[in-house]
């Protein structure tokens, strides 16, 4: 598709991890989106079948490039490799199991070209089954706040406003962030540090604090599979859940606690991996 010069092209980055369930449709409905110049797949390590099909899609279609990983560096590397081997405007990070819509992108970037200054702009996400992800629209963590009420955690979601296009948010959901390339790179992209999770609360609190609107399109919903490069090591996963909320917590929030509220923020995010882990276990026997 080509783009709207007055409004410059969209590059798209998807980092993929054993996602052979998704990756074709994801990569298809891309290939037919509006305004997508370049399509940049970041696989880590796959040995699903993934590579084959991205393979396929790149001899199919020149904006499709991909870099193959021989290890799992993890999602922010990916992104952050996604995007300075492409050059387009704008950018959008989509996970490989989002169904984007033919006008899905253009109308984010649409609505992030009207707003005054920087944005880093999210979706309404939806599952299978109709029911909207509460991680679309979400409050920065109080960590200290969990300490003395454990169900704070479960209360991070925003509720919708129905009648606001643009829903500003502390945090939307890193499935899929459209933002400037020039913010992007001022930011100096994803942190790193992360290997899975959190990662999307840390770039959007730092695209705050840089001046930047994060903000949920409201009018553009999105079917999300949800954690299709997630089921088959789940404690992986979890492990790096809860060491990027540590890293979180560490770097926005550790400064102005006091030690024992570290020391117990440390306690409550171990022990309750600790309970998950265990839980998995017992699952699979």
């Known amino acids: 598709m080509t783009s709207s010069p007055e409004r410059g092209g969209i590059a798209v980055v998807v980092v993929s991890h054993e996602s052979a369930s998704s990756i074709d449709d994801c990569l298809m409905r891309l290939r037919v989106a509006n305004d997508v110049e370049e399509i940049r797949v970041v696989d880590n390590a796959s040995r699903d079948g993934t590579l084959e099909?991205?393979?396929?899609?790149?001899?199919?279609?020149?904006?499709?490039?991909?870099?193959?990983?021989?290890?799992?560096?993890?999602?922010?590397?990916?992104?952050?490799?996604?995007?300075?081997?492409?050059?387009?405007?704008?950018?959008?990070?989509?996970?490989?199991?989002?169904?984007?819509?033919?006008?899905?992108?253009?109308?984010?970037?649409?609505?992030?070209?009207?707003?005054r200054g920087d944005a880093l702009l999210g979706v309404d996400l939806v599952g299978e089954d109709g029911v909207r992800d509460v991680a679309a629209r979400r409050r920065d963590p109080d960590f200290a706040a969990m300490l003395s009420s454990p169900a704070a955690a479960s209360r991070l979601g925003v509720p919708v406003q129905?009648?606001?296009?643009?829903?500003p948010v502390d945090v939307v959901s890193g499935a899929l962030m459209l933002t400037s390339r020039g913010l992007f790179e001022r930011l100096r992209g994803f942190d790193e540090g992360y290997r899975l999770h959190a990662e999307d609360m840390d770039?959007?609190?730092?695209?705050?604090?840089?001046?930047?609107?994060?903000?949920?399109?409201?009018?553009?919903?999105?079917?999300?599979?949800?954690?299709?490069?997630?089921?088959?090591?789940?404690?992986f996963v979890e492990w790096h859940k809860h060491r990027g909320l540590w890293r979180y917590f560490?770097?926005?929030?550790?400064?102005?606690?006091?030690?024992?509220?570290?020391?117990?923020?440390?306690?409550?995010?171990?022990?309750?991996?600790?309970?998950?882990?265990?839980?998995?276990?017992?699952?699979?026997?």
């Open 53 to 115: 099909l991205i393979q396929r899609h790149a001899l199919q279609d020149a904006r499709v490039r991909f870099i193959a990983n021989p290890d799992n560096p993890g999602f922010a590397v990916g992104c952050n490799q996604g995007a300075r081997d492409s050059a387009a405007p704008w950018l959008a990070f989509v996970n490989p199991d989002l169904m984007v819509e033919a006008d899905t992108l253009s109308r984010l970037r649409a609505h992030a070209a009207s707003l």
């Open 162 to 167: 129905e009648d606001v296009v643009l829903q």
């Open 203 to 235: 770039l959007c609190r730092r695209a705050r604090e840089a001046g930047a609107t994060v903000a949920v399109a409201n009018d553009i919903r999105v079917l999300h599979l949800r954690g299709v490069s997630s089921r088959a090591r789940p404690v």
């Open 250 to 285: 560490r770097r926005f929030e550790s400064a102005r606690r006091s030690t024992m509220t570290r020391l117990g923020v440390f306690c409550a995010i171990w022990m309750h991996f600790g309970a998950v882990w265990a839980r998995t276990l017992l699952g699979r026997r």
